[in-house]
């Protein structure tokens, strides 16, 4: 939290949108969200339930404001999305007097053959529609997905023994090259981006020499 906190304040944005996981909901780093001019949206998990409980509660109490629901049926799964936006005067939480909505996100349907349900629950310093909340924890899934998970499933950075600090950037940015060459390629896919990587290579060449930045 505290990298985390060091580097909003460094970064010197403002009127931006921070979107965090519930590692990161804590007093702390939602003000020097705060202070730093920007708001966030941030998941509210277990880390702190007495938030979490009282969100749950409310949103059974209250009417949403607006709700926005969408479907998803990729990668073998059937999920209906219902996201709903609350006025948060009722979350009367004393770390977190900034909060302008909360926002719950119940996901149902099938994953494969398997039946599934799951509700998470978001606050934000900002009151919007239950659409453009939904768009924003879309979008920092997809970055979860296709990288944060990338990096630490495919190319276990997560179970890496480098200690040394230079080493493992060095490391990661490698680790970026390759999947960035995988996706100007086209594949989202790292693990058929692999596959197809190590029967063509010769392709790979031809491209370069024919567009040395075709790949960049």
Known sequence: NAKVRSMIEDMGLSNKVFTLDALHCSK???QAIIDSNNDYLITVKGNQVKLH??????????????????????????????????????VNHENYPHVRSFIEVER???????????????????????????????????????????????????NSRIKKIEVAKKLSLLVTLTMNIHRSLGFLSITEGH?????????ILARCEADPCGIA
């Open 28 to 30: 702390e780093t939602t």
């Open 53 to 90: 409980n009282q969100l749950k509660i409310l949103a059974k109490l209250q009417k949403p404001l607006t709700v926005y629901q969408s479907k998803d049926n990729s990668h073998g799964r059937y999920v209906i999305r219902r996201i709903s936006a609350f006025d948060s005067r009722h």
């Open 108 to 158: 149902i349907g099938f994953r494969g053959n398997k039946e599934y349900h799951q509700t998470l629950y978001y606050i934000s310093s900002q009151k919007l529609s239950a659409e453009i909340f939904a768009e924003k924890i879309q979008k920092h899934w997809l970055i979860e997905n296709q990288l944060h998970w990338v990096k630490d499933v495919i190319f276990k950075e997560d």
């Open 195 to 203: 596959s197809w990587l190590g029967k063509n290579w010769h392709k």
